[in-house]
């Protein structure tokens, strides 16, 4: 089974700063997908940025970047110039590519880490 | 272009009744999955719908099922409901049908369910 860990449950970041959240995943797949997704306090889960495994080339959507790491298994997601509205909880997940596998078509998340932006 | 939505948006329950929850997918998806997110913590696969059928679940009981209709909105019920099952219930959608390269998939606000 994958396994998703987030092992900073907090960040802060002052606006207009770069922050980097970390993610380590345990899989023995060779294809599959990465995510972060962003959940304000208001609950809804947004994505924010996308990885396929396959791709050696880091994913980036305007000021969210990934550093992808596979034989890591390391995918952190970096926040340039960091504004209020970006305070939220940030997850990390995992999608299996497979398409015959029994786990393929769920998420699987890490923990969490809350991000707070300082004005 | 209406994202995800989810009815409704908060429910109290008291231990042992049951309980209806409604996903409608994003225009053009055929797909949706649910999860339980406890608070503080990520969310965690229930099940997942396509074609009207369930196609993938998560280690849950029994005691959650689940529906997807021909118009690809999806119900998920919970029977004979503990306290543990407070928590709030996403529905996500994603297009898997014929000529599909990857399906990401998009969150619905959740309902807030208290048991009490």
């Known amino acids: 089974a994958q396994t998703v860990t987030q092992s900073q449950p907090e960040m802060s970041v002052q606006e207009a700063e770069t922050v980097t959240l970390s993610c380590t995943y345990d899989?023995?797949?060779?294809?599959?997908?990465l995510f972060w997704y962003k959940q304000p306090p208001s609950r809804q889960m947004i994505l924010v940025i996308r990885?396929?495994?396959?791709?050696?080339q880091n994913a980036t959507e305007n000021r969210f970047s990934v550093n992808f790491q596979k034989a890591a298994k390391s995918f952190s997601l970096k926040i340039s110039d960091s504004q209020l509205g970006d305070a939220a909880m940030y997850f990390c997940?995992?999608?299996?590519?497979?398409?015959?596998?029994?786990?393929?078509?769920?998420?699987?998340f890490g923990q969490g880490t809350i991000l707070t932006v300082h004005p | 272009d209406a994202g995800v939505t989810q009815s409704p948006t908060h429910l109290i329950k008291t231990r042992g009744q049951q309980v209806t929850l409604r996903c409608s997918p994003k225009?053009?998806?055929?797909?949706v999955s649910w999860y339980q997110q406890a608070l503080g913590q990520g969310p965690q696969f229930i099940f997942q719908?396509?074609?009207?059928?369930?196609?993938q679940r998560g280690n849950f009981p029994d005691r959650f099922s689940g529906h997807q209709f021909p118009n690809y909105s999806s119900e998920l019920n919970v029977n004979a409901l503990l306290l543990g099952d407070s928590a709030l219930y996403l529905c996500?959608?994603?297009?898997?049908?014929?000529?599909?390269?990857?399906?990401?998939?998009?969150f619905g606000p959740g309902t807030r369910l208290l048991v009490l």
């Open positions: 996500a959608s994603s297009y898997m049908g014929q000529g599909a390269l990857e399906e990401t998939q998009y």
């Open positions: 899989t023995s797949e060779s294809d599959y997908y």
């Open positions: 990885q396929e495994a396959y791709k050696q």
């Open positions: 997940a995992y999608r299996s590519a497979f398409a015959g596998g029994t786990s393929y078509g769920k998420l699987t």
């Open positions: 225009s053009g998806h055929d797909t």
């Open positions: 719908y396509y074609e009207e059928e369930e196609r």
